[in-house]
């Protein structure tokens, strides 16, 4: 059963902290996304990486950075956490478009981060 | 920018009624039109998806309706199941372009009240 994991379902944090919040496939997928999930606003695309080592900015990557050093893995870091960061994060993977079984986003099960 | 508009933003059905969700597009250059369907608690999951050669994609109860030249598509899910409450997010790409991302909509909320 394909999956993407979250490494944390709940996370509560200090202003001002470093927060990391991983997140892994195991579909071999190309291209991985963390967005936030927030009532009313929808989904919202913080940062994606479409390979190794690369990164490309979201609609509201102001806070955040990102990191991925192997295909399976990328990486959310709230630099200094802030109380307006309090969401539900939610990483997705996808193969390339055009590919055989291009299902579109597979999503992990989020993490709702609390700063206080 | 919203390049992908959905309505309502909260549904109220009963049970065995149906359920409409309505999206509307922009980028004529979209072509593949996914629908995300989203427990509490959950990521969301992909329930079902159209590309514009065809005007209805069916499985099981759920339908998509697409109109090309109003730009517009429609989930519907008939004979609706307090299971079927959940949060659903229409989503548009644009494949030709090599672009890896979907455009969401901002999400239905739909409660199936027995």
């Known amino acids: 059963d394909v999956k993407v994991t979250q490494s944390s379902r709940y996370l509560v944090k200090r202003t001002g902290e470093k927060v990391f919040l991983e997140c892994v496939q195991d579909?071999?997928?190309?291209?991985m996304f963390w967005y936030r999930q927030d009532p009313g606003l929808g989904l919202r695309l913080i940062y994606f990486?479409?390979?190794?080592?690369?990164?490309e900015k979201g609609d509201i990557p102001e806070g955040y950075s990102v990191s991925r050093e192997k295909k399976e893995r990328f990486s959310l870091i709230l630099e200094s956490a802030s109380t307006n960061q309090t969401s539900m994060y939610l990483c997705?993977?996808?193969?390339?478009?055009?590919?055989?079984?291009?299902?579109?986003?597979?999503f992990g099960s989020g993490t709702r981060l609390t700063v206080v | 920018q919203q390049q992908v508009k959905q309505s309502p933003q909260s549904l109220i059905v009963q049970k065995g009624g149906i359920s409409i969700i309505n999206c509307a597009y922009e980028?004529?250059?979209?072509?593949?039109f996914p629908w995300y369907q989203q427990f509490p608690g959950k990521g969301p999951a992909l329930l079902i998806a159209i590309r514009p050669d065809v005007s209805e994609k069916k499985e099981g109860r759920f339908t998509i309706s697409f109109n090309k030249s109003a730009k517009q598509f429609s989930l519907h899910i008939m004979d609706s199941q307090p299971g079927d409450s959940a949060t659903y997010f229409c989503a548009a790409r644009e494949t030709g372009a090599g672009s890896y991302q979907l455009t969401f909509g901002k999400g239905t909320k739909l409660s199936v009240i027995p």
């Open positions: 990486s479409y390979d190794v080592k690369m990164k």
């Open positions: 997705a993977s996808s193969s390339r478009p055009g590919r055989p079984f291009d299902y579109g986003y597979t």
């Open positions: 579909m071999d997928h190309e291209n």
């Open positions: 980028n004529t250059a979209f072509d593949y």
